[in-house]
C-alpha cells in the first residue's frame, strides 16, 4: 500500500517552454502532497506544500508563478515548471501524506527528472 | 528551527560487517524522527520512523534506529551490510507543531563492498 507514482518519469524540453508533472497516490486519498526538487548530490529542498482544493503554501524563495501547483483531487497533484530555462534542470519529486491519522511519514514517487536544453 | 545534520557525507562497509549511518538533530519539543534510502535515480523509500516509545525502533530490510535523546542523535544500523544496501540514507525530522514539512539532513551515501 502507500504508493505514489509520478509521470513522467524524466522529460526533456526546450528552453521557454513548459513542462507539466503529475504526483498520483494510487491506493489512497491524499489530502496534502509535496513537491520537492533535488539538485546532484544534495538533499531534498522542499518547494511547496499542495492542499487538495485550495492554494498550495510555497517555500522561501520558490516562484510561484513559475511553478505552478495544482491539487484538482484527492489522488492527483500537478506541477507545472513554466517558461522553463536550463536552471530549471533537476531531479523533481512528489510524496504524499497517507492522511492526518498516520504516523506523519511521506510516502515518495519515483521522481522526475527534468532536462531543459 | 529545527535542523539535521548528517556528517558523513559516505560510509564504506564490507560485507556482511555491521553499519552505522549518523544522524543527530535538533528540534523543539520532542521529535518525530524518520530515515529514507534513495536509489538511483528514484524516488525515497520510507525504512523506519521514532515518534514515541522504544528508543530502539526496527523498519524495514533489516535496519534498525536507535533514539538517543540526550545525545540527540538516531543513528540508523544494520547488524550485516548487504551489497544491495549501497544507496543514499537521509534522516529527517518534522516537529509536532508542525504537521506537514520534514526537513531533511544532507544525505550519507553508503557503499557496501563485496
Known amino acids: 500500500g502507500a504508493v505514489v507514482s509520478q509521470h513522467p518519469s524524466r522529460v526533456i524540453c526546450k528552453s521557454g517552454t513548459s513542462v507539466k508533472i503529475e504526483c498520483r497516490s494510487l491506493?489512497?486519498?491524499?489530502?496534502?502532497m509535496f513537491w520537492y526538487r533535488q539538485f546532484p548530490k544534495k538533499s531534498l529542498m522542499l518547494m511547496a506544500t499542495?492542499?487538495?482544493?485550495?492554494?498550495?503554501?510555497?517555500e522561501q524563495g520558490v516562484e510561484k508563478d513559475k511553478f505552478l501547483i495544482n491539487h484538482a483531487s484527492l489522488t492527483l497533484s500537478t506541477l507545472t515548471v513554466t517558461s522553463a530555462h536550463p536552471e530549471d534542470s533537476s531531479f523533481y519529486i512528489c510524496?504524499?501524506?497517507?492522511?492526518?491519522?498516520?504516523?506523519?511519514?511521506?510516502?515518495f514517487g519515483p521522481g522526475t527528472r527534468l532536462t531543459v536544453t | 528551527a529545527q535542523s539535521v545534520a548528517q556528517p558523513e557525507d559516505q560510509v564504506n562497509v564490507a560485507e556482511g560487517n555491521p553499519l552505522t549511518v549518523k544522524c543527530t538533530y535538533s528540534?523543539?519539543?520532542?521529535?518525530?524522527l524518520f530515515w529514507y534510502v534513495q536509489y538511483p535515480n528514484r524516488g525515497l523509500q520510507f525504512l523506519l520512523k521514532?515518534?514515541?516509545?522504544?528508543?530502539l525502533v526496527k523498519g524495514s530490510y533489516g535496519f534498525e534506529a536507535e533514539f538517543n535523546k540526550s545525545q540527540t542523535s538516531f543513528h540508523l544500523k544494520k547488524p550485516s551490510a548487504l551489497v544491495s544496501d549501497s544507496a543514499l540514507y537521509f534522516c529527517?525530522?518534522?516537529?509536532?507543531?508542525?504537521?506537514?514539512?520534514?526537513?531533511f539532513g544532507t544525505g550519507t551515501r553508503l557503499q557496501v563492498f563485496p
Open positions: 529527517a525530522v518534522r516537529a509536532p507543531y508542525n504537521t506537514d514539512k520534514l526537513i
Open positions: 510524496s504524499a501524506r497517507l492522511g492526518a491519522q498516520s504516523s506523519y511519514e511521506q510516502y
Open positions: 521514532y515518534i514515541t516509545g522504544d528508543n
Open positions: 528540534v523543539s519539543g520532542n521529535p518525530y
Open positions: 491506493d489512497f486519498q491524499a489530502t496534502t
Open positions: 499542495s492542499n487538495e482544493g485550495s492554494k498550495a503554501t510555497y
